[in-house]
């Protein structure tokens, strides 16, 4: 697509539910990224996928968060039994080429505002 | 573990005002910076992109400036307008990832 997609655009949940959250990256786009932005916070990097593999998931905050990507495209957020700190925007981004290029410049897509209740 | 600071936290200015943003860095080992901008209830919108080669880049009224030794980088933005009111994200390129500072909520008001 032209750009980044990321669905739903808000969700309230009861605390102990699961979500999922989707990211349409750009077309060929091969680098994916997710962040969270807690309210008055700044970006916080949560895992990071090259093609289907994700080499980089040291910033899931705890074994309830997980992430898949398939056919090096659409990627999915999934927070299971939501706690009220889960409170946030997921922000996904995806890039050409890989970080160390220099020139790896990062689209946003306009974010999924979580509440939970 | 790389830090990233910006300073200030807010900033509020008249119209027409030349003014320069602060960004900081703990570890010189980065790919590039980059400076985005994000309104209210949006997401981010690359700015300016700097490889750690380069000290400088420009695009119409923003300046950013790298000096990588030193950990540190400036945005300016000449002429200020009441549509740059935003916040504006610094990050750093480090390893497989952007770093990103907590931002500066600019105002610029008429």
């Known amino acids: 697509g032209a750009g980044v997609s990321q669905s739903p655009s808000n969700k309230v949940t009861e605390k102990g539910k699961d979500v999922e959250l989707r990211c349409d990256p750009i077309s060929g786009h091969t680098a994916l990224y997710w962040y969270r932005q807690s309210l008055g916070q700044g970006l916080e990097f949560l895992i990071y996928f090259q093609g289907n593999s994700a080499p980089d998931k040291s910033g899931l905050p705890s074994d309830r968060f997980s992430a898949e990507r398939t056919g090096g495209s659409v990627s999915t957020l999934t927070i299971q039994r939501t706690q009220q700190e889960d409170s946030a925007v997921y922000l996904c981004?995806?890039?050409?080429?890989?970080?160390?290029?220099?020139?790896?410049?990062?689209?946003f897509g306009a974010g999924s505002r979580l509440t939970v209740l | 573990k790389q830090e990233v600071t910006q300073i200030p936290a807010a900033l509020s200015v008249p119209e027409g005002e030349n003014l320069v943003l602060n960004c900081s860095f703990t570890d010189s080992a980065i790919y590039n910076l980059q400076w985005f901008r994000q309104d209210p209830g949006k997401g981010l919108t690359s700015l300016l992109l700097i490889q750690s080669s380069q000290r400088e880049q420009t695009s119409g009224r923003l300046n950013a400036s790298l000096d990588k030794s030193s950990g540190r980088s400036t945005l300016y933005i000449a002429a200020s307008q009441p549509g740059d009111s935003a916040t504006y994200l610094c990050?750093?390129?480090?390893?497989?990832?952007?770093?990103f500072g907590t931002g500066t909520r600019l105002q610029v008001f008429p």
């Open positions: 981004a995806s890039s050409p080429r890989t970080m160390n290029s220099g020139a790896n410049v990062l689209t």
């Open positions: 990050a750093v390129g480090n390893t497989d990832k952007l770093i």
